[in-house]
């Protein structure tokens, strides 16, 4: 994966990620974090996070 491409995913799975701003960082790294947010997103307790409130 490209760096570019690693920071197009970074931003579909993380939208406040600025692109200019991960262009800073070296491709370990972003490849680091992307991992990071692609875990964080398996993780049964993200699932329990992104669950609409309800009210009633």
């Known amino acids: 994966m490209t760096k570019h ?3 197009e995913r970074i931003g579909q799975l993380n939208p406040t ?4 701003f991960l262009a800073d960082f070296d491709e370990a790294d972003l490849r680091a974090y992307l991992h990071q947010l692609i875990e964080l997103q398996r993780a ?7 669950e609409p409130v309800t009210q009633g």
């Open 5 to 7: 491409e690693m920071i």
């Open 17 to 20: 990620a600025r692109p200019d």
């Open 44 to 50: 049964p307790e993200f699932e329990r996070v992104l």
